[in-house]
């Protein structure tokens, strides 16, 4: 449990939160424009690769990717709650550090996913097999999470009320 009272939880406002608000903002940007780049990539190469190219690795990468997506899912929910174990902190900075944490072990898989789906363009294998379009499923889960949670005030003060319940 947590050494938060409804006044520590009162005293957060709007203006607290527009750091933490552009720093996701910015995380999010991050893997879209690299999922942007890697769609070029996917469009400038139609018709060029024949034959594709290293459908085994391709195949353990996958098995890789949604296990470590998995995974990190689960321990992003309980990993960055540990800022909030101290008995004295202060609230902005462990809510900020929540959330950076958060959303940085989610990016972590997003990425992964981005860099399998440029090696299965590289190689050929997606304007061969559908199935590897499947990669891009953790850089989709991210954004849906991202807009789940994003950091706005309510969200913030249930978060703050749950972990006191804890």
Do not use: C
Not at 75 to 95: A, C, E, M, T, Y
Not at 97 to 103: A, D, G, L
Not at 135 to 144: A, K, T
Not at 155 to 163: A, I, S
């Amino acid at each position: 449990m947590i050494n938060v009272n409804k006044k520590n939880i009162d005293e957060i406002n709007s203006e607290d939160l527009k750091p933490l608000q552009i720093i996701i903002i910015a995380l999010n940007m991050g893997v879209f424009l690299f999922m942007v780049v890697t769609f070029i990539l996917y469009f400038q190469n139609i018709g060029k690769i024949s034959e594709p190219q290293g459908i085994d690795t391709l195949n353990i990468l996958m098995i890789i990717l949604f296990t470590f997506t998995i995974i990190d899912l689960f321990l992003s929910r309980i990993i960055p709650g540990r800022v909030f174990v101290k008995k004295d902190f202060d609230i902005n900075i462990s809510v900020r550090s929540y959330y950076i944490i958060r959303f940085a072990m989610m990016e972590t898989a997003a990425f992964l996913s981005l860099v399998v789906f440029i090696l299965s363009i590289m190689g050929g294998a997606i304007y061969h097999y559908p199935v590897y379009w499947l990669v891009l499923l953790p850089v989709l889960i991210f954004f849906y999470i991202s807009f789940l949670i994003f950091p706005n005030h309510d969200r913030v003060k249930d978060l703050l009320r749950e972990k006191a319940q804890a």
